[in-house]
């Protein structure tokens, strides 16, 4: 089989991480190399510091249309949710627990896990064949009195799935009237908006929710710096102890420089959102249409391509039998990547795992069709080009003899 330079490689895996950007990566290095002070000294580098950790909560709050208070510094994703998660039951009596979706990320699953494990209540709600849920029925499960949260995924990280957020906060009566609700509303609403932020439009205040989870290695920015939206008013507890940063519920010194340029990448990557859901849709129909005639039978998991409750760069293929052989995805992963295309099995974090993935499972695929799923995700960088290449190493690798 022919090979292709191994320079060149595609990558297409931008919803495990993303390159960062270089304006984003400039502003991190001018920032760790002038920082002196740590942000809470009060001499003139501390503050310095201060203002650099103030400015980012600023653009981040206004490019997320909510307050300043309101955003909490972690270090990712996982972080943010299990603060939201864990942070918001343990506050509330030992017979309440929480209410998730059997296809959200592992980092709210484990949550989940754990608060079942410490003796709470916790039911992960069913999916439809799209990694959809029903919302009236989900809705009417959360209302149920052991429910003090729900977590529901905005953008799912294996098939692209969007769940309908707004209508669930519609249902949970959440009228989307901002920070100044009156009392504490029950349940509360957490989402995982990580894999939604600068692919769709988010709308905090009109889903309704009063915690959400955001990354900023999967817009561009740098690993370890995690964001959560906290709406004023909602009680949390910190999961670990000492000094009082991020309004003690985050303790410890902030990673200034980091924080600065996931900052700038939340601000470019709200701004260019619409243009980037234009670019990557149109290559992921190319992708499409391309690969069905080099590997006729390949299905689509999750919602069909011009559904509006899909993510525009993520597509989730189930190559068809070939030769009588289940194609296998841990087998076709490192397959594809010796002749230089980068994808994954599903989930970047389960991807030492010999388990199907989880989601796809959820979705009522088998166990033979859950091994078989290929996650492929687009990113700014991803060009025609590179879709072309992608197919032509697809088609050959899944044509080559075994
Ligand atoms: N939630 C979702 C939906 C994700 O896709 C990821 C990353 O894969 C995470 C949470 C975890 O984010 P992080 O890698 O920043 O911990």
Known sequence: MKRVHLDHRVHLDHNATTPMRPEV??????????????????????????????????????????HEDEIVFTSGGTESDNLAI????????????????????????????R???????????????TASVDTERFAARAREPWVALVS??????????????????????????????????????????????GRIPVRLRAWGVDLASFSAHKIGGPLGVGILYKRKGVALEGLIFGGGQEHGLRPGTENVPAISAAAL???????EQADFAD?????????????QVVVPGVVLHGPPLASPLRLPNTLNLGLP???????????????LDLEGLEVSAGSACASGSLEPSHVLLAMGLTTERARGGLRVSLGRTSSAEDIHTAV???????????
Not at 95 to 106: I, K, R, Y
Not at 115 to 129: K, T
Not at 280 to 288: E, H, N, P
């Open 392 to 402: 032509d190493i697809l088609g050959r690798t899944f044509h080559a003899p075994r």
């Open 279 to 291: 670019r990557t849709s149109a290559l992921c129909r190319s992708f499409w249409e391309q690969l």
């Open 152 to 197: 529901a995924m905005a953008a799912n990280n294996e098939v692209g799935t969007l769940l309908p957020l707004a209508e669930i906060g519609a249902a949970l009566g959440r009228p989307g009237t901002g920070p100044n609700r009156p009392g504490e509303l029950r349940p509360l609403f957490h989402t995982d908006a990580v894999q939604a932020l």
């Open 86 to 113: 864990l942070g918001a039951v343990r506050t509330r009596s030992q017979e309440e627990g929480c209410l998730t979706t059997a296809v959200e990320h592992s980092a709210v699953l484990g949550a989940a896990d």
């Open 115 to 129: 608060l079942a494990f410490e003796g709470r209540p916790v039911q992960r709600f069913p999916v439809d064949a």
């Open 25 to 66: 990566r400039a502003l991190f290095l001018e920032r760790l190399d002038r920082l002196a002070g740590n942000p809470s000294s009060v001499h003139r580098s501390g503050r310095e510091a201060r203002q650099w950790l103030d400015e980012a909560r600023e653009r981040i709050a206004a490019s997320l249309d909510v």
């Open 321 to 335: 039998n070939a030769d009588g052989l289940r194609v296998d995805s841990r087998v076709l992963v490192p397959r």
């Open 265 to 271: 990448a939340v601000e470019l990557a709200v701004r």
